[in-house]
């Protein structure tokens, strides 16, 4: 057991002013990821910060006509909205495609976007992993890899990005807002949000040391038909080798975000213009420039294949 302080914040700046002042803060919500990598020691912090008081536990409509999604809502709660079934129903799909019932229970938004990505070699304290320890290096690289990334990897890490919640929101084009230990407060794009991991893929995210992530929010409703399509290797809770989230209008066009390819959730807007085509000039298009290893080339194909899917039950 490693030791740690504990406090309750009372508003989002102040949880931010006690995650900046304190070296080895961590925020607190459901703590379904935290928890379980603090149980292994690869997570060690020597300060919590519990955030669950702040009141941050609700989905609002916005003026332009989007939604506002606290940073404290539940999966459950969200993946159930009236609104967001309706509207924005690659959402509500991609969470329920999550997990198990009982951690969608206590899962928050801005929880869920903080997963860490990570591979099997993470998790095992005994491999060298540049996540855990930057600098000792990535053992996946030439270990197993079949359930790892195939595009926008580098020389230090192939892990994959877990979130299925995040790769709706990429599609989406949500954008998520912060605030900071002085108060002030970012914006931003969900493009922007999660990084590749290039030299340094302990550094997940485009937030700043104790950068406090009080919602997110949804653009108005696009229409089109809105899928979810998940291929993994048990039919719950397990990670995606390949997802699909898709919103496809009438005419063919539409957006396209994957998950289980990449160190986080993938979209290649400039792509999306094959889509009308078909399935494999766009994928050739999404994943132009990927890198399989031998364990886990089928991945290209297999997305290929989802997305082939999506299309024709969007022509119905």
């Known amino acids: 057991m490693r030791p740690f302080t504990y406090e309750r914040a009372r508003t989002p700046a102040e949880a931010a002013a006690a995650a900046t002042r304190e070296p080895g803060a961590k925020f607190i919500a459901g703590g379904t990821n935290l928890l379980d990598l603090m149980k292994l020691q690869i997570e060690v912090p020597t300060h919590l910060v519990d955030v669950n008081g702040l009141g941050l536990d609700r989905i609002e409509a916005t003026p332009e006509g989007g939604l506002r999604i606290g940073a404290l809502v539940r999966n459950t709660d969200l993946a159930a909205d009236e609104r967001v079934r309706r509207d924005y129903a690659v959402l509500s799909r991609a969470i329920v ?7 969608r229970n206590k899962a928050t938004t801005a929880g869920n976007l903080l997963q860490r990505t990570r591979c099997p070699y993470f998790y095992d304290t005994a491999q060298p992993c540049n996540k855990r320890v930057p600098g000792s290096g990535c053992s996946a690289i030439g270990g197993v890899t079949r359930a790892l990334a195939v595009i926008g990897t580098s020389e230090a890490c192939i892990a994959t990005h877990p979130s299925d919640m995040a790769v709706a929101m990429r599609a989406l084009d ?10 002030t407060t970012r914006r931003i794009p969900m493009a922007e949000f999660h990084r590749l991991p290039g030299e340094t893929p302990h550094i997940e995210t485009s937030l700043e040391k ?4 009080t919602a997110v929010t949804l653009p108005p409703p696009m229409g089109g038909r809105h899928f979810y399509r998940k291929v993994r290797d048990r039919a719950s809770y397990a990670f995606a080798l390949v997802s699909v989230a898709a919103v496809v209008q009438r005419d063919g066009t539409g957006r396209v975000a994957l998950g289980g390819v990449a160190h986080k959730p993938w979209r290649v807007e400039a792509a999306e213009a094959e889509l009308p085509r078909g399935a494999k000039p766009a994928m050739a298009a999404i994943l132009d420039g990927a890198k399989p290893t031998h364990d886990n080339a089928f991945k290209v194909k297999l997305a290929e294949r989802a997305l082939a899917a999506v299309l024709a039950e969007a022509r119905g």
Do not use: M
Not at 97 to 103: N, V
């Open 97 to 103: 495609a999550g997990a198990s019932g009982q951690i």
């Open 174 to 183: 949500a954008t998520v807002e912060t605030v900071k230990a002085d108060g």
């Open 210 to 213: 104790g950068e406090f992530i």
